[in-house]
Nanobody
């Protein structure tokens, strides 16, 4: 069993900040890339930021300079610090983790896991 759980969403005024957290737990052997995606009402899910296990990062153009992704490998946790928030950042934010899990007696399995999402609402 593997769980990926986000936290930290909420309502904030434009110009404000929020910090999202996402923790992966369970029968995890290793964690590769972790990342954040978001889906606004009526729109497709889009990449926000990703971070590899060596710390290299990738950001959507729309959030560069405002959002910072980081991770704690010891805790299998990824963070998203969001500053200078804009109303167009309003969306459900989803955590993604590329994990290798271990099933005793069966072996190792690699696949993407998604959290259930956390809502971020930015008021103007």
């Amino acid at each position: 069993q593997v769980h990926v759980v986000e936290s930290g969403g909420g309502l904030v005024q434009a110009g404000g900040s929020l910090r999202l957290s996402c923790a992966a737990s369970g029968s995890i052997f290793s964690v590769n890339d972790m990342g954040w995606y978001r889906q606004a009402p009526g729109k497709q899910r889009e990449l926000v930021a990703t971070i590899a296990n060596d710390g290299s990062t990738n950001y959507a153009y729309s959030v560069k300079g405002r959002f910072t992704i980081s991770r704690d490998n010891a805790k299998n946790t990824v963070y998203l610090q969001m500053n200078s928030l804009k109303p167009e950042d309003t969306a459900v934010y989803y955590c993604n983790a590329d994990l290798v899990t271990v099933v005793p007696g069966q072996g190792y399995y690699g696949m993407d896991y998604w959290g259930k999402g956390t809502l971020v609402t930015v008021s103007s």
